[in-house]
């Protein structure tokens, strides 16, 4: 077992390196940014796979790769090198994780370029600190690979290039379905982010999440206000 203490253990899960099981290895998580990873990208994770770990990769359902099976003292040298080559690793905490969104850009079903706005949202909100964890979703269409509505904010894809959005949504030991605000112009998806995740900043506890604020909030003027300032958006 390795002998680290439970504060010591928790940075190393804030950089992404995770305990397994057996209590001796760990997972590394490297961040896929909209889930599209380079030739050059795949060619040095195999590398640090192999180096580093097991040689192994496990793709997450959050569209990410967790390196398998990497011994404690293997993890200064190989933040060092994750480092140099570029590679984003981490995704955990509370904060916005990696997002997600299905491949509607080349999907024939596709309504909007899903992987354009992921990416974009990405580079203007990941990994921002919040009172608890919180994840975007995109889908491009109502086949909703991506499951938008078990996520605290998420973009569905719909006719004419509009995304519908959903708030709220959670999976997991607790489940909640987010509920549906509007319809807004795919370039809104910014500004609909920023009004949810300054929203949360503002009340929002720690450990509490999104949807249950909301939940909490729901009889509150300044609830009533923010449903308004996301709909003030909404396509015409």
Same mark, same amino acid.
């Given at each position: ?25 760990? %997972?590394?998580?490297?961040?896929? $940014? =909209?889930?599209?990873?380079? =030739?050059?990208?795949?060619?040095? %994770?195999?590398?640090?796979?192999? *180096? ?8 997450? %359902? ?14 200064? $040298? ?19 994780? $990696? ?8 999907? @024939? ?21 919040? $009172?608890?964890?919180? @994840? ?10 991506? @499951? ?37 112009? =795919?370039?809104?998806?910014?500004? %609909? ?7 949360? *900043?503002?009340?929002? *506890?720690?450990? !509490? ?11 509150? !003027?300044?609830? =009533? ?5 996301? @709909? ?5």
């Amino acid at each position: 077992m390795v002998n680290l203490s439970a504060e010591e253990l928790a940075a190393l899960k804030g950089e992404g390196f995770l305990l397994m099981k057996d209590k001796e290895q760990f %997972v590394l998580r490297i961040i896929f $940014p =909209a889930g599209l990873a380079t =030739a050059e990208d795949l060619r040095n %994770v195999a590398m640090l796979a192999e *180096k580093y770990g097991k040689g192994i990769g496990a793709v997450t %359902v959050r569209l990410n790769i967790e390196i398998v099976g990497i011994p404690y003292e293997n993890i200064a $040298p190989m933040k060092e090198e994750m480092d140099k080559l570029g590679l984003a690793y981490g995704g955990t905490g509370a904060r916005v994780r $990696p997002l997600v969104c299905c491949k509607g850009t080349v999907c @024939k079903f596709g309504l909007v370029d899903t992987q354009a706005i992921c990416k974009e949202l990405h580079d203007k909100f990941y990994s921002m600190d919040l $009172p608890h964890k919180f @994840k975007i979703n995109v889908t491009g269409c109502p086949n909703n690979c991506a @499951k938008v509505q078990l996520n605290d904010l998420g973009f569905m894809g719909a006719p004419k290039g509009r995304l519908r959005v959903f708030i709220g949504g959670r999976f997991g030991r607790e489940s909640m379905i987010g509920e549906e605000i509007c319809r807004i112009e =795919a370039d809104k998806a910014v500004e %609909v982010t920023k009004l949810c995740t300054d929203f949360f *900043k503002a009340h929002g *506890k720690p450990k !509490q999440r999104f949807g249950n604020l909301l939940d909490d909030m729901k009889d509150t !003027q300044e609830y =009533a206000d923010f449903i308004a300032s996301i @709909k003030a958006l909404a396509a015409v």
